[in-house]
Structure formats: C-alpha cells, structure tokens
C-alpha cells in the first residue's frame, strides 16, 4: 500500500466516479447509498443526552451572539471546545432550527470521512479497493448509527482520518499543501475534541518512527510550520477563554483531560474489554473481514527506512483501542476514531473477496435466524420486562427480514459476481439500520421530550418560565427553546451553577414557594417528585407523563 507514484503521475482524488459513470452498478450504488445516508437521519426526535446538549449549546449561540464561552441552559458549559457548535450555529443561521439541522453538521462529516478514505484508496489501489471501502464504511452498523447521533466523536474523527491520510498521501506526492492540511486537520480535532485529538497521531507517529527506524519521517512533519498552524487555530478560542473564565485551565485541562481519563470521575466506568463486543458487533455485517487486519497488520511494520502507510494507519487504529481501553471514562463512541482506519487496511486485501463474502453472508443469515427465533419467543411468551421490544415487533421483523434476504442474496451471487453480493448484503444492511434508525414510539418515549415539549408549548410554555425539579432532560430546552429553572438538579451543569447560583433553586421548600408566587408557570419532575408534591397539597394540573417525567402547569 506504500504509493511509488512519482508526484507528476497524480491521479485525481475523485473517488474513482469518472469511471463509475460507465458502470451503472456502481455509480448507482454511490448515488444511493449517499442519499440513504442522509435521509436515515431525518425522522427521529433529538435523544437524550448527547444529542439534546450539541442541539441546544448551538441555539443559545446564535441567539446570545455570544460565540466564544458556550452556554447550556444558560450556564457556562466548558466540557468541550466550540468548533462543533461553531457548525452546528452556522447552519442554524442559513437553514433555521431543527432537527435535521442539528444533525446536518455530523451527518456530512460521516459522509465526507467514507468519501476521503474511498478517495485515498482510489489513488493509491485503484477502484475495486476504493469501492470495498467505501461498502465497508458506509454500511458498517456502527458507522450507521453513531454517525447519525449528534455527538463530537464523528466530526473528531473525519479530522484525525483526514490529517493521517494526509501525511500519508504527502510521502508519496510531496506538496506543501498536504502538509497544511494535515495540521489544519489536527487543529480542528483539537478545536472539537480537545488535546487527545492531538495526543494520538503524535503518539503513533512515534512508535512508528521507532519501530521503522524511519527518522526520516521527523522532516517530513515540519514541526515549527505545523505549531505555527496549530497556535493561530486554537490559542485564540483558548486565550479568550481564560480571560472571560479564569477556571477554564483547571477545568477543561486538567478536570476534562487527565482526571477523566485516569480517575472515574465521569462516573462511566467498563471493564477492560468493553470495546471488543463493540467492534465485533459495530462492524457488521464485515466484521469478519474488517476486524481481521488488527491481528494480521503488524506484518506491514517490518519494512525499514521505507515508507508503510499501512503500518502507520494499524499502529494508529491499535493505539486507539488500547488507549481507550485503559480509560476509567468509556462510552461507545469513543472508538470510532478506528473504524475508518479498519476499512482502508481491510479494502487492501490480498484475500479472496468471494470467500470473505461469503463468510459474511453466512454470518448474517445466522444472525438473521437467531434474531427471528428470539422475536417469536418474545411474541409468544409476551413478557412484561419485554414491553419495550413488543412496541417495536414491526420495526424489528422488518430488520430481519432485510438482513436475510441480504444474507440470501449474497449466498446466491457470490460465485458469480462477489461485487454484486458485496453490494447487496451491504445495501441491505444499511436499509435495516435505516429502519431502526426511524425511531420507534416506544423508543421516542424513551428517550426524547419531543411530545412533552409540545404539549407544554400547546398550553402557553414558550411565554412563561418552566422548572425542572429533580430532573434535567436536555432535549427539553431545544424543543422549548428556551432554558429552564432547574430545582434539586446539577449533574454535568455544577460547574455552570457554581458560577451563577442566581439561576439555580437549590430546595423543594423553596420551589414550591416560588411556584406558588407565580400566576403562570409549568413544570416537568420526576414521577417520584410528583407523587411528593401530590402529597404537600401544591397546586398542580397534570399536562402529560411518561416513564421518566410528569408535566404539570401551575393553573
């Protein structure tokens, strides 16, 4: 995978289309699948946590005009830095509040980290490979899913990919724009995620160096040009907010990045192998193929003082696993950062493309039967705990189906055409994380406040003030829009409240003594809560409720 093309011979990065285009198979399959892509994001709600808070910090962007301390429900929010908000707001501005707007921003960024890989792949091994990873990318379950949901992990790692096969892409076709790229990539990974962003390729890039005894590649970096690009991007947010928050270095440096990582202070603690059952399970229906190059790519490390884009890109996706392996804080995103990486080496293979088909395939109608045998027993037996998976039988029995007629078709073709079997059992699989994607009522309920904002706007909420009593559903203020009054409740907004204990309510007495001062107000609480206030006499009138909030107005 090492590019021995000379720098005049430069193909262009064009994903191979120009050739697709006398291919109707393929082009098809680009042209669709991009447009699935981007339409499974449009039907469901805003879920809580991650994607109510990247909604809402944006909104109270635009609307204060306030660009460089972001806000959430009114309060300094400083966890994380602002480019993704700084997206998000931008595309408010031109296309207005939304839903799908709230999404656009990391949707694209998916997108565009499946084109630059397939793009990578197109110059360097032509277009079969280009097209097996963009199939891999674009069809992989967690890619799917996670890319959908509007966190900072995606737009984290469409910069970390591009600023790695950027350098690549540099040993092989020396242009000091590449070089650029590269570390203006980095710096907008810092400026979405922090310095782990930073952190990583670094630390890759030196055991690579060491165990290729490559020092070569030092000079190839341009160190003082690279930290020239990266103070200009990031030291101004930085500087400007030490100035308007002088906590911002304990916190966001010292609380955000070492104690999260090394103490469990975020409270999300897992075992060791947590991301093992999650790679296994996110890369299907290619898991086979795709995790294969983790156990097998140390073989493209041995070549000394010559370049091994391939060794650098398995160091790199090995380091990431392991890091955050190591972490006290683990959530299923933070491994994404890899999956890209995971298609490039897996799409240069010298294994039999039909065989690995046909694994696949195999795998999938297993998969296919054991999910149809435990949705029957589910419908037979009816559990009650099973309540959740009942509400949603239609959506899973199409999910089934899809996966098994991908699974058939790719049984059925692969000996004739291993292509057209990749491509179907791909498409299909895509369809049936579209279909999940949908957002089932059950699921709606559960976690998004869409309905329980609407009522409460249909009954005046928009114009007068809502509490939160011991409770704090983010999606709440984006579907409102506007803050609440938070009762009994901090959680990730302590540092905010801390810093303005004006706009906090820190006892029921004293809510309940507000409440009853104010002519028109409403409320969202806990069921427990309301059960309580039931029993103080406060006066309330029931709006609506779910299994996690109870919404009542004060007249």
Known sequence: MSAKSSPSSMPSLSLGISRAARLPLESGWLLASSLLWFLAMLPRPLYEPDEGRYAEIPREMLASGDWIVPHLNGFVYIEKPPLQYWMTSLVYSVFGVHEWSARLWTTLAGWLTVVIAAAYMTWHRGHAAALRTWTFGITSLIWMLVAHQLTLDTSLTFFTTAALLAYCQAQSTPRRWLNYAMWIALGCAVLTKGFVALVLPAAAFAIYCIWMRDRQRWRTLHLWRGAIVLACMTAPWMISMQLRVPEFFDFFVVREHFLRYLTPISERSQPWWFFIPLLLVGTLPWSIIVLRPLFTGWRDCNTQHQFSDKGLLWISAVLIFLFFSASHSKLVPYILPMVPLLWILAADTRHDLAKDVLRSSTLS????????????????????????????????????????????????????SAKRAMLALGATWMLAAAVLEMGPTAINNLYSTKEVARTLVANGANTAPVFSVDTYDQTLTFYLGHPVRLVRYGGELDFGIARDPAHFIATLNDFIELWNATPKAFAVVRPSTYDELVKLGVPMRLLTKNSNMVAVARK
């Open 365 to 416: 109608l297993l998969l296919a039967v054991c999910g149809a045998v435990a949705l029957t027993w589910v419908l037979v037996k009816q559990p009650v705990k099973a309540h959740v998976v009942l509400s949603m039988r239609g959506y899973l029995g199409a999910i089934v189906v899809l996966i098994a007629a991908g699974a058939i078709a790719g049984l059925w073709t692969y000996r004739h």
